[in-house]
Nanobody, 120 residues
Framework: QVQLVESGGGLVQPGGSLRLSCAAS????????MAWYRQSAGKQHELVAA???????NYADSVKGRFTISRDNAKNTVYLQMNSLKLEDTAVYYC??????????????WGQGTQVTVSS
């Protein structure tokens, strides 16, 4: 059974930082391209960042230079370091596996996500 468990969200002021974690189980994690998505109120899921099994990464233009995706295959965990947070980064953040870093639909059902709220 596939499980994706996100954590690390919270309330942060503009310009602040957060580090999200996603623990995966039930999948061949080390061979999967993993991604972070976010969903704002009333909007569809948006791909934020992805990292291939070999470490190649891809980022949405809106987060380039501010967010960093990484992975620890020994822990079956993918991370998202978010710096210089902006109000528009407020969303529920989810992780999932994807076919490639640049395209394709998520492979599994969504987890519960973790709420990130950027507010002064």
């Amino acid at each position: 059974q596939v499980q994706l468990v996100e954590s690390g969200g919270g309330l942060v002021q503009p310009g602040g930082s957060l580090r999200l974690s996603c623990a995966a189980s039930g999948i061949a994690f080390s061979r999967k391209t993993m991604a972070w998505y976010r969903q704002s109120a009333g909007k569809q899921h948006e791909l934020v960042a992805a990292i291939a099994a070999g470490g190649v990464t891809n980022y949405a233009d809106s987060v380039k230079g501010r967010f960093t995706i990484s992975r620890d295959n020994a822990k079956n965990t993918v991370y998202l370091q978010m710096n210089s947070l902006k109000l528009e980064d407020t969303a529920v953040y989810y992780c999932n596996a994807v076919p490639s870093v640049v395209a394709g639909s998520p492979l599994y059902y969504w987890g519960q996500g973790t709420q990130v709220t950027v507010s002064s």
